[in-house]
């Protein structure tokens, strides 16, 4: 497993990427020249401070920005010069997001959440797998009123798996559970990278995370100041809170 | 300024677009109440100045001749308080510059000017001089209208004499505010005209020496008129006296009256209409603000405001919206005040003006639409500060939804997911769902009931025009004229075909009612004037019986198989007792049908005519236009072909400046539900929106979350404004139409389209407005941020 960046394909590509946000005459520079390589089937755990660059770079890999400068290489596509609705393409068939507060419809049940997604993807599963395959398909005809927070975030993560993404970015999915909870995210986080060979990032403030992942990327200033392997990852019940 | 009012400012500015769309909403309520309560009593005012400044009086009364001393007598009658006589007659008059003859009503003037009733003034020029024969006065429309200026001349044959005329001046009477000929539908200045002459010159002509024809009555206040009309024409009835009129039956008067009475009936009904919607937007949009400020509300708490500071905040925001309102809808109204007057002007003339200052409507409409923005606000204000500061920094609860039965019959439909969230917003919130669908089956309503003018339009001119007078010139005998008459007019230039009819006034009543009518008879055969009715079309006369119009059939309680008295109000007076045989819808006039035949056996006659109808050869048509001016047989003549042009020139302008007025306040109120609504549910939705952008959907498929859900609204809102439009138009017609003039009441499909059409796409374009905003939201905002 150490050596799984070396053997599988790459799906990201990052290239000397900066991201520059202009507010007036204020810039504030976000990434400085960030190169990486992402592999197929890869568990990747973004770390960094606050305004470390964590979240800008995930928003770039999910096409949701697009670097000031630097190239960013989808497989074999250029995401750099892609038009909105290219980058609206690229998100409805290759990625799947999970938000720290689930960003769940309301006014949809959990399958019909889940559904939301299978419907406009290109080879998805059935909404009904996808909440097996997270422990919830007792639950699927709930609305996210009458689940709980770690449930909604299961169900979060069943939408994002139900097309069969390459990649699944996650920006602190355990952020607003607790220890128990987090857990069981994680644990179907985990799951989901080993039974189905998507790649998965994830981004968190919690250090002691980064032990269930196959590489450690921390980022301080926008910089990468260390990018490891972990050649033991542990299961997700061993992390502590 | 303080803090808490400079944050006031800042929220408006916030939401000036929806502050907007409300405030043009009120405006428009506003507006119709301050131009059509202005207009009314700017019109009512100078009716009752110009009435009692020139005496216009309250019973008319025309004989074939009574001798002047009868009037002592009528003045004897108690309760009446002056009593006037005079000469009139028709001519057909020969005005240079004008191919058709031209109908003229000459009225005698008495030598003494001041004394009498239905005075005219002078506008220009003077009277006729009572030493000079030839002289005339005209009245100032039809003067203009042929530039005859006081000095001019013109030919007229009066009582079978070619006489020429020299104008002296131009009047204007209180009796011909409105002024249409004998028959005619519309005013028509250059197709007819009023002359006023000396009296002697006027009874040598009419051989009328110590006689008058034309009677008018004054009554003191409180007389009993009934008693007095009684009398009068019991006095009257030797003289050929063809039954006593009140104002409502005087023609200018009652139309006049009838455009008051809409005017009115504007000002009632179609105000609130925009109030309570207005009301409801306001309680929208503050609640949506509220909802966003929630947290500031709790923090102004924690720091020590009060709940009534906190909630006057609001209610001041509403008070800002209602006074942008009224300050739109007080100009609005004012400018289109002046416009109904100028329209009004083309109709209706006046000498003067007495302007309302409009004072009253402007407060009355500055206080209701205060109180609608107010109370519209009190709920929303209410919830804002009955929360504990602590509860209401922290965030509100998630929408809750479960699942009900009917939840569960939509979930089968199998529909797409973003469909079902358009459904499930409308089932969770459906009282906002409810202010979309009024407001806009409100504005297809407005619509529907406007443009259903049209159709009685349409419908009047397709019964009058097409199927009911297909001749091309009526000519009005100067007498009774056995039917050879009829044969005799194909000697005229041009006649291709001439019909006979018999028209007479009659009274008719069944018990102790009574009404003042017509009756006309109908020849067997006749294809040019025929009685049409609005509903069935073209009407066969039975053998014997008269058909009588829904109107006069109700007044006087009658259905068909009862008998009805017909009392003829000129020689030979005969009493009839006939049987009704039908009854029909007539629009215009309410004079009662019977076949010739069966008339002229009951008055014991042999068959006559007064009126011919002809059908013309275009290319002859001067040649016997000319040979008209000289005929003396000839009393009046109507030129169909002209009286249909001056009708559809006349309703296109009015008609259309109307249309486009309530098409404008129609749409509005749609454009103002909708974008408000949109506006909310974009505040609301963005975040919900913005992650269906991140999972990947395209920009079209996210707006078709918001847009369906209000077009949805629209659609659904459709068919209900029309049930309501035609819940307004049977209303209007029902305000509209008088003892003179009937509305039909009919609606077509293409008003119904056109109206659910012009609506969906106003409401469209307001989504669509809305929409742009959505291309704005901050996707990655969306990951962040928590419900």
């Known amino acids: 497993m150490s050596n799984l960046a070396q053997i599988s394909r790459p799906v990201f590509e990052l290239r000397d990427v900066t991201r520059v946000f202009r507010t007036g005459s204020v810039a504030v520079q976000a990434l400085r020249g960030v190169s990486l390589t992402l592999a197929e089937g890869e568990m990747v755990v973004l770390l960094g401070a606050s305004g470390s660059g964590k979240s800008t770079l995930v928003n770039i890999l999910g096409g949701l920005d697009l670097p000031t400068e630097g190239q960013v290489q989808f497989r074999d596509r250029d995401l750099t010069r892609a038009s909105d609705a290219d980058l609206t393409r690229f998100r409805r068939d290759h990625v799947g997001f999970v938000f720290q507060f689930y960003n769940l419809v309301p006014s949809l049940t959990a399958r019909e ?16 797998q996808a909440l097996d395959i997270v422990g919830l398909g007792a639950r699927m005809d709930h609305f996210p009123s009458e689940l709980s927070g770690g449930e909604q975030q299961r169900v979060a993560i069943a939408r994002a798996i139900a097309k069969q993404p390459e990649v699944l970015l996650c920006d602190e999915p355990t952020g607003a559970l607790d220890s128990k909870t987090g857990i069981q995210v994680l644990e179907a986080l985990c799951d989901v990278n080993r039974n189905l060979g998507t790649a998965v990032v994830l981004i968190t403030h919690n250090a002691d995370i980064q032990r269930i992942a196959h590489r450690v990327i921390v980022l301080a200033d926008g910089r990468v100041i260390r990018d490891e392997v972990n050649p033991d990852p542990v299961a997700p019940a061993q992390v502590s809170w | 300024m303080r803090a808490l009012d400079r944050k006031l400012l800042r929220d408006m500015r916030q939401i000036w677009a929806q502050a907007l769309a409300i405030a043009l909403v009120l405006a428009c309520g506003v507006m119709v109440m301050v131009a059509a309560q202005g207009t009314q009593r700017t019109l009512l005012a100078t009716q009752a100045a110009y009435y009692d400044r020139f005496r216009f009086a309250d019973l008319f009364v025309t004989t074939t001749r009574a001798p002047r001393a009868l009037l002592d007598e009528i003045a004897a009658i108690p309760g009446v308080a002056q009593v006037d006589g005079r000469i009139s007659f028709h001519a057909v008059l020969d005005i240079d510059g004008m191919d058709a003859p031209v109908m003229g009503l000459i009225l005698s003037v008495p030598a003494r000017r001041d004394a009498g009733l239905n005075l005219p003034l002078v506008r220009h020029g003077r009277l006729p001089d009572p030493d000079r024969q030839d002289e005339v006065a005209l009245n100032e429309p039809f003067a203009q209208a042929h530039g005859l200026v006081p000095g001019a001349r013109f030919r007229a044959v009066l009582n079978g004499q070619l006489r020429e005329l020299q104008v002296t001046g131009w009047l204007l009477s209180p009796e011909f505010i409105y002024t249409t000929a004998p028959g005619a539908i519309m005013p028509d200045d250059r197709a007819f005209g009023l002359i006023w002459m000396n009296e002697p010159s006027a009874a040598a002509l009419k051989g009328m020496q110590g006689a008058v024809n034309d009677i008018a009555l004054r009554l003191m206040h409180g007389a009993d008129e009934q ?16 039954g006593t009129q009140t104002r409502a039956r005087q023609t200018s008067h009652a139309f006049l009256d009838s455009e008051l009475q ?105 206080g209701l639409a205060l109180a609608a923005t107010l109370i519209g606000a009190a709920r929303a204000t209410y919830a804002a500060i009955r929360l504990p500061p602590a509860e209401a920094m922290s965030p509100p609860a998630p929408p809750r939804f479960s ?40 504005s297809v309503g407005v619509l529907v009931s406007s443009y259903f003018l049209f ?11 097409e199927q009911g007078n297909r001749q091309h010139i009526t000519l009005t005998l100067a007498s ?11 000697a005229l230039p041009g006649v291709l075909h001439a019909e006979g009819a018999y028209a007479v006034p009659a009274r008719l009543s069944h018990g102790h009612l009574s009404r003042q009518s017509a009756l006309q008879g109908h020849f067997a055969g006749a294809s040019l004037a025929r009685v049409i009715d609005d509903v069935a079309g073209p009407v066969t006369l039975p053998d014997h019986g008269v ?49 010739a035949s069966a008339l002229f056996q009951a008055m014991q006659v042999a068959p006559q005519v007064n009126q011919i109808h002809l059908l013309i050869d275009a290319a002859q048509m001067s040649a016997l236009q000319a040979r008209l001016k000289t005929l003396p047989a000839v009393a009046g003549l109507a030129d169909w072909q002209e009286v249909r042009r001056q009708f559809d020139a006349s309703i296109a302008e009015s008609l259309l400046t109307m249309v486009v007025i309530y098409t404008g306040v129609g749409v509005l109120i749609a454009i103002g539900v909708v974008y408000n609504a949109a506006r909310i549910q974009l505040s609301e939705r963005s975040h919900e929106l913005a992650t269906l952008r991140v999972l990947g959907f395209t920009r079209g498929e996210v707006s078709y979350v918001l847009v369906g859900e209000m077009m949805l609204l629209a659609l659904v809102a459709v068919p209900l404004g029309w049930v309501l439009g035609y819940q307004f138009a049977q209303g209007m017609v029902a305000a509209i139409s008088t003892d003179v003039v009937q509305m039909p009441f009919v609606i077509s499909r293409r008003t119904y389209a056109m109206a659910g059409l012009v609506v969906l796409v106003g409401s469209l374009g307001a989504v669509l407005i809305v929409r742009r905003r959505l291309d704005r939201v901050d996707l990655v905002s969306a990951l962040k941020a928590r419900d």
């Open chain 1, 113 to 128: 959440n889940v559904a939301l997604v299978t419907e406009i993807a290109r080879k998805p599963i059935s909404p009904e």
């Open chain 2, 227 to 242: 008693a007095i009309i009684a009398r009068t024409d019991r006095l009257l009835d030797p003289y050929g006296g063809t």
């Open chain 2, 262 to 366: 809409q005017l009115g009936a504007l000002a009632v009904f179609l105000p609130p209409v925009f109030l309570v919607v207005a009301a409801f937007l306001v309680n929208m949009v503050l609640g949506r603000l509220i909802a966003l400020e929630r947290p500031q509300i709790g923090l102004m708490r924690a720091l020590g405001y009060t709940r009534w500071e906190i909630g006057a905040q609001y209610l001041k925001l509403a008070g800002l919206i209602g006074m942008g309102g009224l300050a739109i809808g007080w100009g609005f109204g004012w400018w289109l005040g002046e416009g109904m007057l100028a329209i009004y002007g083309d109709f209706f003339r006046f000498p003067f003006l007495i302007r309302d200052p409009a004072l009253g409507s402007m407060l009355i409409s500055g």
């Open chain 2, 403 to 442: 699942r009900g039965r009917l939840d569960r019959g939509i979930a089968a439909l199998g529909l797409r997911q973003t469909s079902m969230m358009i459904l499930r917003s409308i089932l969770r919130w459906p009282g906002r769902a409810a202010i979309t669908l009024l407001g806009v089956s409100v």
């Open chain 2, 455 to 465: 159709d009685a339009i349409d419908l009047v001119r397709e019964r009058v025009f």
């Open chain 2, 480 to 490: 009774t004229q056995p039917e050879q008459a009829v044969r005799d007019a194909y």
């Open chain 2, 547 to 595: 058909i009588l119009p829904e109107l006069v059939a109700r007044d006087l309680g009658l259905v068909p198989g009862d008998r009805v008295r017909v009392a003829l109000l000129s020689p030979p007076r005969a009493v009839l007792d006939l049987p009704v045989s039908a009854i029909i819808h007539q629009s215009l006039g309410g004079e009662a049908h019977i076949a």
